[in-house]
């Protein structure tokens, strides 16, 4: 008997924290004005994708202490942005990247919650950690967590905020007029929580909504993050673009599932994945070439070097030869600030390697950082594109793919135009959504107390 058809599942990455994004394009638009946001919302839920994505960035990045335009600059408050997307989109899933580490359960409880009501049950967490003094900067004395203390604070902090979330039941709110009373339970919202990180007690003030929690996401790759997620996530998502990669990281966090009691279907492994499309698959890879050279500037170029080389490089040509010079490895890190200054554990090893791969293929500066860093996912003919997509996922390489154009706010048209309806066509994608919430459309269950012992069918 053949194994039956998955369902994928899609999303939309709202580009501009990540360098991706080619801001330079004619095409190109605002990263900050709400025009901008409800077009890529609106073209997702025309689209019937699960949800919109925000990553969420709390310093603008620097090198050498000057900001610098690897990212988009401007980055508003992601609460303020889904709520007022809610309003404007009907099924559309709202997921806000929040750091667990620069802040507190009550106040994210409460506003997860808010967001939840406003949007009739479409709100999801990205809970994430940060470990740099650079952010840190701007929060408290000191900046940062130690390592080992950072994912032991988002789990008591998850934990925490859970129960705020089940504080409520559901069922307090009697509001008969003719009695006069409104609770039944004026105990309602009663929490106390005492803990590690955490020693609050009091009332939770916003009852529970549609979903009871919003679906969680978590995207750490170590084995901590997959022990978290595993735990913990409805969702966590994966770094590998390859279907090697992505199969081995699938097995890997679905066999963790069983210890903590948990089924296959219980967790959504979503890998963020870019595109190029183009009538033909020769012009889909012409194309491709284009937009890696103009999201790898000779500028960009040198500043990406430099996460390794550690030294100060702008008098480097970034169409010339790489540095014969060794990184610095005992200084500060000039890119502090940057998840890369952490990727090359030995730069001086890197750096080697990279200048023999350079002069076996007579690469510039700009040559490698375009060969050697991301790259489009999927780059092809909606056919093809259509075609990629659903061998990953029919081979458990994913459940499906969070989209990340490089052109907003219009850079999701062309896939919602001509890849979604192929993949309507083979009946692996949905042509109208499941439900009222997010879980609905996710095949996720609700909360115990607010499904009893049904489940909502993955």
């Known amino acids: ?33 709400f025009s901008s946001f409800a077009h890529f919302a609106r073209t997702a839920e025309r689209a019937k994708f699960d949800f919109l994505f925000l990553a969420e960035g709390l310093r603008l990045r ?11 600059v401007g980055r508003p408050d992601t609460f303020t942005i889904l709520t007022a997307l809610a309003a404007v989109t009907e099924h559309l899933g709202l997921t806000g990247t929040i750091n667990s580490t620069f802040n507190e359960p009550y106040e994210v409880g409460r506003q997860f919650a808010s967001l939840d009501h406003l949007s009739g049950g479409r709100a999801a967490w990205n809970v994430v950690t940060s470990w740099d003094a650079f952010t840190g900067e701007n929060f408290r004395r000191g900046g940062f967590l130690p390592q080992e203390e950072r994912y032991s604070r988002a789990k008591e902090f998850l934990t925490t905020a859970n129960e705020l979330f089940d504080s409520w039941h559901g069922d307090e709110i009697v509001a008969d007029q003719a009695a006069g009373v409104f609770l039944r339970d004026t105990k309602a919202g009663s929490f106390v929580h005492h803990g590690q990180h955490f020693d609050i007690h009091g009332q939770f003030d916003v009852p529970r909504s549609p979903q009871g929690r919003p679906v969680i996401f978590q995207a750490g790759d170590s084995d901590e993050g997959r022990e978290f997620a595993a735990s913990s996530a409805d969702a ?66 040198i500043k990406h070097l430099e996460f390794v080389w550690n030294r ?45 791969l350079a ?88 909360p115990d107390d607010l499904r009893g012992e049904e489940r909502v069918a993955s």
């Not at 970034?318 to 060794?326: A, S």
């Not at 890119?335 to 730069?347: I, W």
């Open 1 to 33: 008997m053949s194994k039956p058809l998955k369902q994928i599942h899609l999303a939309a990455h709202f580009p501009g924290v990540n360098n991706t994004t080619v801001w330079s394009d004619p095409k190109a638009g605002s990263h900050i004005e």
């Open 62 to 72: 620097e090198q050498g202490g000057k900001i610098y335009d690897l990212d988009v």
């Open 236 to 301: 966590i998502f994966s770094r590998y673009a390859t279907l090697e990669g992505g199969r081995a990281f699938y097995r890997d966090v679905k066999q963790r599932l069983a210890k903590y009691g948990r089924r296959h279907d219980e967790l959504l492994i979503l890998p963020a994945a870019s595109f190029v499309l183009a009538d033909t698959d020769e012009e889909a890879g012409e194309l491709a070439k284009d937009v890696r050279r103009l999201q790898v500037s000779g500028a960009t170029a």
């Open 359 to 446: 002069a076996a293929r007579n690469w510039s500066i700009r040559d490698l950082v375009i060969e050697t860093g991301n790259r489009q996912n999927f780059i092809g003919s909606p056919a093809t594109v259509a075609h990629t997509i659903n061998e990953y996922v029919q081979a458990d390489a994913s459940d499906g793919f969070i989209l990340v154009p490089h052109i907003t706010p219009t850079g999701l048209d062309d896939f919602a135009d001509k890849v979604v309806p192929l993949l309507q066509e083979r009946g692996v994608f949905r042509t109208d959504y499941e439900g009222p919430t997010l879980r609905h459309n996710l095949g996720l269950a609700l």
């Open 312 to 356: 100060d490089l702008s008098s480097y040509d970034p169409e010339g030869p790489l540095p014969d010079v060794d990184p610095d490895v005992s200084a500060d890190h000039i890119s502090k600030g940057r998840a890369q200054a952490r990727m090359y554990r030995d730069p001086i090893a890197t750096a080697r390697e990279w200048r023999e």
